[in-house]
């Protein structure tokens, strides 16, 4: 699972934020999951456990996963990312890289490639809290 | 909010000693060939070689190396599966036959992702096959790989070269080494692109003449070597090394 290459990217970003920002113990580290790159929540949260320095001891990660909402550039239409209409080797392929949604998902309207991931692509770091 | 992504792209690239990208203003000047049997080149005289494939909308090194059904491991990450003793990594292992019609945006993140998630063991050399221009590909690598060095590709002709000469002025202007161009596809004698390389105080490392037989020996990698491009190159190589 490539969960653990992702927990090391937010434990290394958390750290670098909590350097810059003259935070000596981070308490809590909130991070947004985009619902099209099918991450396992336990997975991330069992490896930033085991991936944690002493400076984010205490830390308490919060996960929440965001929808993914899809929007049609050529005809507007809005829809949203439903894993189970795709084989498991393309939903495979988008939890690697979910630009591969490009590839094998279409607008259901006019069957266009071309659409905007409006949300719920990838993961951020969305907010850090400690003590200075 | 913050991506976290990219603060592990240095970190996933630390044990690779010289990165460099195979680049061209312009499309068909044989940047996959190249990119592809100088790794092959490279392996061969024993260094330790991976090859990227950043392509992503118009991947093509798969078909010159012959790759047949690879994909790569999962180990907190992915690991590059191994083919011609190069490590290789692709989009292609993730679109297959399909489109990817990926806009600039889009393509950006999918090099921050597997930039992120690919875990390269220690290599000499990494090769990068660079898309055409001076585009989203190119302006990231240059953002998210401080090492980076340029091998530039161009023609003879006039288009190609004015293309390179950009790219050349880009890369001096962004203090980006270039370690030099290669004429490819050379088809009579003409000193121009040497001349005009040179003059920007940069190595011409050589010219390939066209090579008719070149088309027929793609897929096979040991028959690419032999033709006069793989000869060409090699000699290329010996001299750059």
């Known amino acids: ?132 | 909010m913050d991506d976290p992504r990219i603060a592990v792209i240095e970190d996933r690239l630390k044990n690779i000693r010289t990165i460099l990208a195979v680049s061209s203003g312009k499309g068909g000047v044989g940047k996959s060939m190249i990119a592809s049997l100088l790794s092959v080149t490279l392996a061969k005289k024993g260094y330790k070689v991976g090859l990227f494939d950043l392509d992503f909308t118009s991947p093509s090194t798969h078909i010159i190396l012959g790759v047949g059904k690879l994909f790569p491991k999962e180990k907190k990450g992915i690991i590059p599966p191994q083919i011609h003793g190069l490590e290789y990594m692709s989009i292609i292992y993730y679109s297959g036959k399909y489109a990817s019609p990926l806009r600039g945006a889009d393509i950006s993140n999918a090099l921050i992702e597997l930039l992120a998630i690919t875990r390269w063991n220690t290599l000499d050399y990494l090769i990068i096959d660079m898309p055409p221009g001076i585009s989203d590909a190119t302006l990231d690598i240059i953002r998210f790989i401080k090492r980076i060095r340029f091998l530039l590709i161009t023609t003879p002709s006039q288009l190609a070269f004015e293309t390179v000469r950009k790219l050349t002025e880009l890369l001096l202007d962004l203090r980006v080494p270039i370690i030099g161009v290669i004429e490819n596809m050379k088809m009579k004698e003409s000193e121009f692109v040497q001349q005009q390389i040179e003059g920007m105080n940069i190595r011409f490392q050589g010219a390939i003449p066209f090579d008719t037989q070149l088309e027929a020996a793609i897929g096979d990698v040991e028959k690419l070597l032999h033709t006069e491009f793989g000869q060409e190159l090699q000699s290329i190589v010996d001299k750059m090394d």
């Open chain 1, 1 to 132: 699972m490539h969960e653990w290459a992702l927990a090391e990217a937010v434990i290394s970003t958390a750290l670098q934020i909590a350097e810059k920002e003259g935070i000596k113990e981070v308490k809590e580290v909130r991070i947004k999951i985009g619902e099209l790159q099918q991450i396992e929540p336990d997975i991330l949260e069992f490896a930033l456990s085991q991936l944690k320095t002493d400076r984010l001891g205490s830390t308490e990660f919060n996960l929440h996963t965001t929808k993914a909402e899809l929007k049609c550039r050529v005809c507007g239409e809005k829809w949203t990312f439903d894993k189970g209409k795709l084989d498991q080797n393309k939903a495979e392929a988008i939890h690697f890289v979910p630009e591969i949604a490009h590839t094998y998902i279409k607008c259901p309207k006019c069957g266009s490639p071309d659409f905007k991931i409006q949300k719920g692509r990838g993961i951020w770091l969305e907010s850090i809290r400690g003590v200075k």
